[in-house]
T-cell receptor
Framework: GAGVSQSPSNKVTEKGKDVELRCDPI?????LYWYRQSLGQGLEFLIY????????KSGLPSDRFSAERTGGSVSTLTIQRTQQEDSAVYLC???????????FGPGTRLTVL | RKEVEQDPGPFNVPEGATVAFNCTYS??????FFWYRQDCRKEPKLLMS???SGNEDGRFTAQLNRASQYISLLIRDSKLSDSATYLC????????????FGKGTLLTVNP
């Protein structure tokens, strides 16, 4: 079956611009995660959605970052007024509820000039 | 102490070698443990879950020592295709869904 998909695969933007990153989880997966990975670094947790529950936003690095998940499926991560330190690969993962085996999408490589 | 710590590596081994990766975690309430592999410029992929009794999948064996808060992954008869970064992953405690990833250990298997 189809895996997690993300778009765009690459995004180059200028400092100060807003960007939107999209994630389509595996069908039937109610849990959705966003992580980011900077060059040569480990994965950093950003946000978690589970069904209709309030999301866990504890990993968002600043109020420039926000995410939503519409209809319990597709999620959008928005970064406002991008900064160079936002450059990273943004990874989305999904899993079945209470099954913590997470499956990742291919990521969006964000470059802020 | 970091939540999840791994051998810094890198490991360079010849084909056919046996290689072991070690990982420690700080939260004694953690209940779920995994090994992922990540190829260069690719997303992490689940390799195997780690169970208390230890588990094996072909050439791969994972073990968990709760008393020492230690996880290991053993790869036997390593192949060129095993070259990747291996990530130790632990949940934040109990049934907490937040997964914390170690920084990974790079393995290169040489012909």
């Amino acid at each position: 079956g189809a895996g997690v998909s993300q778009s765009p695969s690459n995004k180059v933007t200028e400092k100060g611009k807003d960007v939107e990153l999209r994630c389509d989880p595996i069908s039937g997966h109610t849990a959705l995660y966003w992580y980011r990975q900077s060059l040569g670094q480990g994965l950093e947790f950003l946000i978690y959605f589970q069904g209709n529950s309030a999301p866990d936003k504890s990993g968002l690095p600043s109020d420039r970052f926000s995410a939503e998940r519409t209809g319990g499926s597709v999620s959008t991560l928005t970064i406002q007024r991008t900064q160079q330190e936002d450059s990273a690969v943004y990874l989305c993962a999904s899993s079945l509820y209470l099954d913590l085996r997470a499956f990742f999408g291919p990521g969006t490589r964000l470059t802020v000039l | 102490r970091k939540e999840v710590e791994q051998d810094p590596g890198p490991f360079n081994v010849p084909e056919g070698a046996t290689v072991a990766f070690n990982c420690t975690y700080s939260n004694s309430a953690s209940q779920s443990f995994f090994w992922y592999r990540q190829d260069c410029r690719k997303e992490p992929k689940l390799l195997m879950s780690v169970y208390s009794s230890g588990n094996e999948d072909g050439r791969f064996t994972a073990q968990l020592n709760r008393a020492s808060q230690y996880i290991s992954l053993l790869i036997r008869d390593s192949k060129l295709s095993d070259s990747a970064t291996y990530l130790c992953v632990v949940n934040s405690g109990g049934s907490n869904y937040k997964l914390t990833f170690g920084k990974g250990t790079l393995l290169t298997v040489n012909p």
